[in-house]
């Protein structure tokens, strides 16, 4: 049999419900009824509401039937995902939202993650399925959300607090511009095996792999050298060649980075900026992590005027503030020595005490 | 009861949130494979250490993308993820599903693979987690004859993906989901075979609320604009007045302020407008945005492997955004060329621009200079007369 190939995704028009197949593109607005509840309504009249609820992002075939045995009672046998792992439930007659909520509340599955909330946390493999992490994502994830439950299904918060978490710099998804964002990272140099090095990898592209140019050639091995000083631990190298790994139980952990966002509302597109450079890895529940998740967003929520995103208040009342404010110690490494590092001094006299 | 070999994870079977582990012992009442993880991956818990090898390179007839190999490297106590290859599995635009295809998939999944998968990985794809070697052809095969094709993967053009646009949302300036079907299809070739100098990432968003990161994460990044006067309601600005203080919410939180607001009627001064959303966001009732609608096109965002995280930067401010979108396949198909061309290995197109200045790339692709490109003009004196005088 020969192999169709390039045949590209099943077209979406053969998955939107008639609701949306009839009135698409003519969406005149929306409404939030309450948290998890969108409304939105058509030129024609016709409103669709819709339900979204968390998940874990990480699901059995058997939890996706059930998802398909929700849609197919209550929403003629269509679903939606949204880009941060949630579920969407669109019900097209109104009088099906509620049975529909009471129907997700007997399985326990949480209803949230729109408006001011705390909406799921976008996040990676982890030890679950890739080579380089230094730290774990779904177990992170699931503690820190279990403690912010609160925050999902209420509009208790003055903005939108979008988490992300990657478990390593190559930061699959886009956690560098999230409002918090739990990194893993490593501190420890490669570990060379110059067997593998020799005879599985390519030396010109290990070398030009180093951001800080800190591997040179060992001729004598055939192999390379790693200047200690100048290693910051990315594990760039290591994805280029096996035989310098990275990870390490002592030595990798967690970062936490704050004040990103990507919209261009008001302040526009930013960076997430470091604030803790490390945390230990403390599994099942990392506690460590979860407080000092916790602690920014309740002193962000606690200080922060109305639509107010982490990032803005903090601009607005100056990172030597946010440090004193949510206690917070400030650490060498907050302060950049990477290439564009002096556009983050502060060049001016006028600052807070 | 015996002990259970798993006390950290099922530590995490507890608490409110939805529990992985317990879709994990979903799985494992089945598959052997899901078993093994459960078991690894409470070694890494025990261990702090992820206990996955280093890369290797399996796929199916005819791809060189769409499938992550992973092997275990302590496959003698965990004999069933010994390999346990991940599929990357191409989603239907908006991530729009029905049962029928989501029941499918699963079906396929249970035959093939662990039963377990994500609703879906960061690049937007289905992610089928875990399958052995020889499992993987005829587990494409059977995708294939559901109609699923594969995703991206290494050095290729990534599974691009879009924002709901049209189909839900009253902000779309423009189909979000048809422009991610042309592209889709046009680049199949760049998606499964990998030939570049590093990955190459697409994603739109059809405002400037940008719901899937396109600035922060796509080297082409298309997010929905407009060009006009703000659409104003009077009615419906009255009307939530009643409800939101429209002097502090809306028109002081204005970054340009460019509103007013007298108690009576809001007015805007769409020449200073920066087309930011908020006040659309937060009055969708009373605010639409113009009706002449397309895209800004930005390049360059990436996370921060290998020279530093970047944002996304303009360098076409409006462009319509009509089917059969030539203008911009021609643009995508210039910028692959000139990246394809100039990159070196595993350098990203915004550190490429880095390198060799905008100005080079904004010849190689036939844009004019723009005030718009910039935030502000250069401080340092050191530029060339490329032309000559
Ligand atoms: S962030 Fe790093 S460790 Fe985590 S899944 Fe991505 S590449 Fe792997
Ligand atoms: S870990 Fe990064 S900084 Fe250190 S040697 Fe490898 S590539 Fe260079
Ligand atoms: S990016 Fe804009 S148009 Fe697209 S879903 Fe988000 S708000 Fe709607
Ligand atoms: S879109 Fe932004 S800049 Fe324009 S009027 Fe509204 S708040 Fe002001």
Redo the contacts with the bound molecule.
Sequence with gaps: MATRTDFGPPDYETMLPPIIKKNYGMWKYHERVKPGLLKHVAESGDELYTIRVGSARLLSTDHVREICDVAEKFCGGYVRFTSRHNIEFLVSEKKNVDPLIADLNKRGWPIGGTGHSITNIVHTQGWIHCHTPATDASGIVKAVMDELYDYFGSWKLPGYCRISLACCLNMCGAVHCSDIAILGIHRTVPKLNHEIIRTKCEIPNVIAACPTGAIRPDPANKSVIVNEDRCMYCGNCYTMCPGMPVADPVGGGVSIWVGGKVSNTRSGPAFSRLVIPFLPNTPPRWPETVAAVKNIVEVWAKHARKHERMGEWIERIGWERFFEIAGIPFAEQIIDDFTLASETYRTTAAFKW | MANSETPLLDDLEKGPWPSFVKDMKQAAVKKESARALLGQLEQSFVDNIGHWKHGGIVGVKGYGAGVIGRYSDIPDKFPGVEHFHTMRVNMPAGWFYTTKALRAVCDVWDKHGSGLTNFHGATGDIILLGTSTDHLQPCFDDLAEIGFDLGGSGSAMRTPSA???PAR?E??CFD?LNLLRTVTRTFQGQMHRPMFPYKIKIKI???P???VASIARADISVI?TWRGNIQIDQTEVLACAKTMNIQTEVVDLCPTKCMSWDGKALTIDDKECNRCMHCINLMPKALRQAKERGATILVGSKAPIVHGALLSSVVIPFMKMDPPYDEFIEFVNKTFEYWDENGKMRERLGELINRLGMGKFLKAVGLKPLPQMIKRPRANPYYFWREGI
């Design positions: 924002c709901v646009g949302c902000w779309a979000s968003s059809a405002c609320n940008d719901c929905g």
